[in-house]
């Protein structure tokens, strides 16, 4: 047991920090015979985990060689599969943790049967900065915001579903700004499709959130902006789907999440739920008019974030902000509470908080 190749792990997990989003900082050094012979940290939300950057450096001469990490390794599939398989594969003969993760369970037990010696709690302390917000987020249920552009008649797009640009200049860098605020940024499949969006903050001096777009049936062309590998992006497709495009097998930058489809256009807690078990609390979806009442209408939704321009759409095959069948009463209508009125150049931002039912 050495200190000093845990703190080099713990100066390797600071590497990450602004680049994981809501993951832990994690860093990993493998030692043999009080020699390094790899190194490798958690750089990007969705990419390798430290003891997978570091094992692969290692290869074949990690075989009987001590594993120092910061976080007690994952060992169920998430994003990526469990790190406790590989380091059994790798042959490593003790592994050494600072922190038991709350979300993890088994992994001890599995190592350790596995014939791999176990030593948790080493600096301990000076670990714990790494994984505050990590623990905040996962004692958190998601929060869940609306943001819509709209016409004075409430509409989001015209018949042709030509919607760009429905509100001003003003407000759509407004809402860049409001995206770093998020841990991920959500659009259906059919937004995407007919928009083609970049779902980014669009400025360096920004943080860009997830991207997630639901799509069912994977439509979504290898071609288009939220596959460019600038920000992670998660696929939530319908758990039918077996056959998966090769292109979102093989991109780092993708990750690929199922659900049950239909069962979550009544209740979209599942999609929440999902995007729950990748630490991602805060979540603002953008659309489209379905996915909006789908959210709505199973009580997900926390605030709204309505940006209304001084135009007028009309026509019954325009897009409304929300889609659905809607209520039969008045008295069934979802209430709006707090809610307040800012002017942004022409347009007008209504925020609000959705009464829970």
Known sequence: MNERYMRMAIALAKKGKGKVYTNPLVGCVIVKKNKVISKGWH???????????ALDK?????????????LEPCNSYGKRPPCTLAIIKAG????FFSLNDINVSGAKELLEKNGIEIYAGLLKKEAKVLVKEYLEFLRAKPKV????????DGKIATCDYDSKWITCEESRSF???MRSHYDAVLVGSSTALKDNPF????SKNLKNSIRVVIDSKLRLPKSYHLFDGAVPTIVIYDSSIKNIPKYLVDKDEVILASVDIKASKKDFNIITEKLN???????????????????LFSNSVDDICFFVAPK??????AVSVVGGIGVNKITESLKVENMKVKKIGIDLLITGCIRKI
């Open 43 to 53: 750089k990007y939300f969705g990419g390798k985990h430290a003891e997978i950057n």
């Open 58 to 70: 290692a290869g074949k001469n990690a075989k009987g060689a001590d594993l120092y990490v910061t």
């Open 92 to 95: 490593i003969k003790r592994v």
């Open 145 to 152: 915001t609306v943001k819509a552009a709209m016409t004075l």
């Open 175 to 177: 809402v860049h700004k």
């Open 199 to 202: 779902l980014t903050s669009h």
């Open 277 to 295: 078990s990748f630490s991602i609390k805060r979540i603002l979806i953008e659309g489209g008019s379905e996915i909006i009442a789908s959210a």
């Open 312 to 317: 007028i759409i009309g026509g019954k095959n």
